[in-house]
């Protein structure tokens, strides 16, 4: 039943509304119509076919019938809150701008005052409508252009003369090219004798083929005359079949089975592409429905690609297949299985055919820039490419590298940690670094690894410069590169293999299982493959220049070099050699072998198998090939200069060398020959087998293989058996020839000058003068003892002969008995 609200018998104003069912025989079915309760109705039995003359009391022919054309197969209907204007095209996605502005018109009568401005028309033949319903039924427009042919027939003539000719103006609304702008201001009720509502102006095809499709999204218009005014509403336009833009002001420039359902979203193309977010753009690409690109996030976007989805506020996919942009404001540039998931996030490319080797970007401000399976998990960290690489610290950074299984990755665990390159690298101290290499550690805070395999960097400043197996455990402890060293805290190695710095502050510079145990101690380099010819300085400030199998392990003990070196006292030193020994505190061994200094301060030059073993003691050098023919210093301050089987026992004792010589005395001292005994105190003794047993007694012994040897102190004994020659110049001295028992002055007259004759009488004059006396020396102890002879002095005064006047020579004094002899 079909009831005007409002309306008198003869003129028609007001609603017209449906109550109940609309019946007839004519449906556009792929369409329906809206009732005014929001059903949809697609069943032709709902719709009413009575002409419009019927409607308006026959004063309209049934070619007006509004019915006829509400809908066709290619303009799809505009649904409206009011059912007879819910069937009308008003508007077609051709008929917009760019900026959407819909097009109204406030005068329901005068609809064509705005219906399209005239920068809308195209060359493409968009028809524009005519809002008189009896006018419109003529072709003023078809579906492809305009025509130049208007209608003659007068208005008047179609309504039964009810309007004059004047309304034949509508017969030029539009031209052959161009909107013509002209304004009719009768109202409709003048031209049908108030025989039809504005309602029935509805059912006018305002806008033809060129717009909808099949699948256009339907547009409401709330107002029932003002039906002009919404030919563009809010809920969107789109291009294309099978597409769907739902969303507030979306848009779908074209492609197939693209659906914009996000406000202001839009497709521009591809197939089965869905921009679901608010303000979110598909570009294009596509595929299948499973293969779509969907952009659910407010104002995300996807430049192409397939099975894309850009799912955080603001993310964007430049294009690839299968990336997921899940953060806010995150992007992928493109790739395969590539995650951006942190807020602000970026996957510039790569990935993989398969989903376990997707990048994934998941820490806010992480990016990747290639590569495949990587993870920059944390905040603002970084991976340029690679494969398996997994940056999770706070600002860390992954370069490259990496392997084909989760156990080949690199790790950037630490803050502000980075990796280089390689492969199975971890750096999970803060701040820690690794160049690149295989299986590299850097754990602990601000450490370096620069290259090469197996290092391990594990405590605080550690750093470990290339090589291969070197590990750092100590605070600032540093290895430049060889293999399989260790060093701890503040320690250093520059290279080698399997040396050790595990004292505080130590140092190897290299070499071969050299060993830097104390603190600060230095070992040089040196060193073996044998452990057991090892290098190592234990002692604290200790240190081993070179050689191999030396040890220092005494406090400042240094070893210079050589080949099993011990410097095992207090600040001792060996300079070299081999199997020398430094033991005790300040002792010092330049080289040689098998030497031992024991004493305090003891010092041992060279030589072989010698002992210093008195504190200050010395041996310069000498010894032999066995420790029973060695030189011994065992008195303090006790010195041999050299020889072999030496013996310097007593204090400040010295041998100047020989051998098997003895000085045991304190003070006492031979200076060289063979089987020597100096043992009295101050004693001395040389030659051979020269005995000096009593304190300050002087034995000298020729080559006779017999001891000589002293009976008392402070003796002076010489054993010559070839004589005794004793010179004061080279022309003048004594002798005591082999066997004699006294001394011959030398008087040869060659060796003489100035020689006069002595007048004889004088000197028996004098000699009876001289007086002759009886003594004895002061200091001679035994009182006993007694001499005969003049005094040096009446001597001197009688005769002055000789050097002075305190001694009177054996010479003079027979020279002068020969002459007083003569006298007599």
């Known amino acids: 039943m079909l009831t005007v609200d409002g309306a008198a018998s003869g003129t028609l104003s007001g609603s017209l509304i449906v109550t109940g069912n609309i019946v007839g025989d004519t449906l556009i079915a792929s369409q329906g119509v809206r009732f005014s309760d929001g059903t949809l109705q697609t069943s032709a039995a709902h719709f009413d076919t009575a002409s419009l003359s019927d409607r308006i009391n026959a004063k309209a022919d049934s070619t007006d019938n509004a019915m006829r054309s509400w809908t066709t197969a290619n303009f799809p209907q505009k649904n409206d809150s009011n059912v007879w204007l819910a069937t009308h095209n008003w508007v077609s996605s051709q008929i917009v701008t760019s900026a959407g502005q819909q097009y109204a018109d406030t005068n329901t009568y005068d609809a064509t005052r705005s219906w399209v401005e005239s920068q809308i028309t195209t060359s493409a033949g968009q028809q524009f409508a005519d809002t008189n319903t009896y006018d419109a039924t003529h072709s003023w427009v078809n579906g492809r252009g305009f025509l130049v042919g208007s209608d003659t027939l007068s208005l008047s003539d179609r309504i039964g003369a009810k309007a004059d000719s004047t309304d034949n103006a509508t017969r030029v609304w539009v031209n052959e090219q161009n909107y013509l702008p002209k304004t009719d201001t009768l109202s409709l009720s003048d031209r049908i004798n108030a025989k039809a509502d504005s309602v029935d102006n509805a059912t006018r095809s305002w806008v033809a083929g060129q717009g909808f499709t099949t699948n256009a999204q339907a547009l409401p218009d709330t107002n029932t005359y003002d039906a002009t005014r919404s030919w563009v509403q809010s809920m969107g336009y789109l291009f294309g079949t099978h597409n769907v833009a739902s969303g507030f002001g979306g848009f779908i420039g074209g492609g197939d089975y693209n659906s914009a359902s996000g406000s202001y979203s839009v497709v521009s193309g591809g197939n089965s592409n869905q921009a679901r977010g608010f303000g979110s753009v598909v570009a294009g690409g596509g595929g299948a429905i499973a293969d779509s690109n969907t952009a659910t996030g407010s104002c995300s976007a996807i430049g192409g690609g397939r099975n894309n989805m850009a799912q955080g506020s603001i993310a964007v996919i430049s294009g690839g297949l299968y990336n997921r942009a899940s953060g806010q404001y995150c992007s992928v540039g493109g790739g395969y299985y590539n995650r951006a998931r942190g807020n602000y996030s970026v996957v510039s490319g790569g990935g993989s055919s398969i989903v376990a080797d997707s990048n994934c970007a998941s820490g806010d401000w992480s990016s990747i820039l290639g590569g495949a399976h990587n993870n920059a998990m944390g905040m603002y960290s970084c991976i340029g490419g690679g494969a398996r690489n997994i940056a999770r610290g706070i600002f860390s950074v992954i370069a490259g590298g990496g392997g084909s299984t989760s156990a080949d990755s690199n790790s950037a665990s630490g803050n502000q940690s980075a990796i280089v390159g390689g492969n199975r690298n971890t750096a999970s101290g803060l701040y820690s670094f690794i160049g690149g290499g295989y299986e590299n550690e850097a754990t602990g805070d601000y450490t370096v690894v620069g290259g090469g395999e197996y290092h391990a960097a594990r405590e605080n400043w550690a750093t470990v410069g290339g090589g291969m197996g070197n590990t ?37 510079g290299g070499g071969v299982h050299c060993m830097a145990r104390g603190s600060n101690s230095v070992v040089g380099g040196g060193g073996s493959d044998a452990l057991s010819d090892s290098n190592s300085a234990s002692g604290a400030y200790s240190a081993i220049v070179g050689g191999s199998g030396n040890v220092a392990n005494g406090i400042g003990a240094v070893v210079t070099g050589g080949y099993d070196n011990v410097a095992s006292g207090m600040y001792t030193f060996v300079g070299g050699g081999n199997n020398n020994q430094a033991t005790s505190g300040r002792a010092v061994i330049s080289g040689g072998m098998n030497n031992i200094a024991s004493g305090l301060r003891a010092f041992i030059g060279a030589g072989e198998y010698n002992r210093a073993r008195g504190e200050r003691s010395v041996i310069a050098g000498g010894g032999y090939s066995s ?20 013996r310097a026992g007593g204090e400040y004792s010295t041998i100047g060398g020989g051998h098997g010589n003895n000085a045991s005395g304190a003070y006492a001292m031979v200076p060289g020959g063979v089987s020597n005994r100096a043992a009295g105190r101050y004693s001395f003794s040389a030659g051979h087998r020269a005995k000096a047993d009593y304190d300050g007694s002087f034995v000298w012994a020729d080559s006779t293989d017999s001891d ?22 080279t022309g003048n001295g004594a002798k005591l020839p082999a066997g004699a028992m006294a001394w011959v002055a030398i008087s040869d007259s060659t060796k003489k000058t100035d020689i006069k004759l002595v007048d004889t009488k004088s000197v028996l004059d004098r000699v009876a003068q001289l007086p002759i006396k009886e003594w004895r020396y002061k200091e001679q102890p035994d009182p006993t003892i007694r001499h005969i002879g003049p005094m040096a002095q009446d001597f001197w005064r009688l005769f002055h002969f000789g050097e002075d006047s305190l001694g009177i020579s054996t010479i003079d004094p027979d020279g002068i008995a020969l002459a007083a002899i003569q006298e007599l």
């Open 627 to 646: 420790a029973s023919d060695s030189n011994w210093a065992g008195g303090d301050y006790s010195s041999i200069l050299g020889g072999r089987k030496n």
């Open 708 to 729: 000589f040897t002293d009976n008392g102190p402070n003796e002076f004994r010489v054993r010559a058996t070839g004589g005794v020659w004793m010179y004061t110049t």
């Open 472 to 508: 750092v455990l100590g605070t600032e402890g540093t290895i430049g590169g060889g293999t399989d060293n260790l060093a701890r805290e503040r320690a250093a190695i520059c290279g080698g293999s399997f040396n050790a710095a595990t004292g505080y502050g130590s140092f190897v």
